[in-house]
T-cell receptor, first 113, second 114 residues
């Protein structure tokens, strides 16, 4: 069965802390994505990666960075967390080609205090 | 720039009713369209994927149609059940931007009353 696993479901961090959100997929997918979801704003793409060590900015990359050292793992990094980064973060993956389904993890709720 | 809208924003129906959720997109140059379900506080679960060359897809009580030329898709749910209560989102994968990104609609929040 398809699986995208986000390591932390709920996190509470202090302003200025460095935060790591980890995502692992077991489908050998080339493409991986990080979204954030906020009420009234919907899903917004932060970063995506189409191969190991490759990354592309999405719509709202400011304040975030990513790392993809292995094909199955895609990490989102908040270098210095701020309260406006309190949100639900969703990781997703998709196989190559034009017709493939995108699969999501369960989400990580981050609260920055 | 591709935009996706969904009507209605919220819907409440009695159990057993058939219902239709609507999704509209502004640019017909898409690879595919996907419907998702999201339960409160959870991630998105893929329901149906329709390729740009297809007209519809079916899975159990769900049927999704695609009219690319008019920029519309509908999700039909037959014989609704309380367990169908969730937010339903559609997303298109545009041909531009190398088709890497998906553009999501805001969702329709469905409540099925027992």
């Amino acid at each position: 069965d398809v699986k995208v696993t986000q390591s932390s479901r709920y996190l509470v961090k202090r302003t200025g802390e460095k935060v790591f959100l980890e995502c692992v997929q077991d489908m050998d997918h080339e493409n991986m994505f990080w979204y954030r979801q906020d009420p009234g704003l919907g899903l917004r793409l932060i970063y995506f990666s189409y191969d190991v060590k490759m990354k592309e900015k999405g719509d709202i990359p400011e304040g975030y960075s990513v790392s993809r050292e292995k094909k199955e793992r895609f990490s989102l990094i908040l270098e210095s967390a701020s309260t406006n980064q309190t949100s639900m973060y969703l990781c997703a993956s998709r196989g190559g080609g034009s017709g493939n389904t995108i699969y999501f993890g369960e989400g990580s709720w981050l609260t920055v205090v | 720039k591709q935009e996706v809208t969904q009507i209605p924003a919220a819907l409440s129906v009695p159990e057993g009713e058939n219902l239709v959720l609507n999704c509209s997109f502004t640019d017909s140059a898409i690879y595919n369209l996907q419907w998702f379900r999201q339960d409160p506080g959870k991630g998105l679960t893929s329901l149906l994927l329709i390729q740009s060359s297809q007209r519809e897809q079916t899975s159990g009580r769900l049927n999704a149609s695609l009219d690319k030329s008019s920029g519309r898709s509908t999700l039909y749910i037959a014989a609704s059940q309380p367990g169908d209560s969730a937010t339903y989102l559609c997303a298109v994968r545009p041909v531009d931007n190398y088709g890497q990104n998906f553009v999501f609609g805001p969702g329709t929040r469905l409540s099925v009353l027992p």
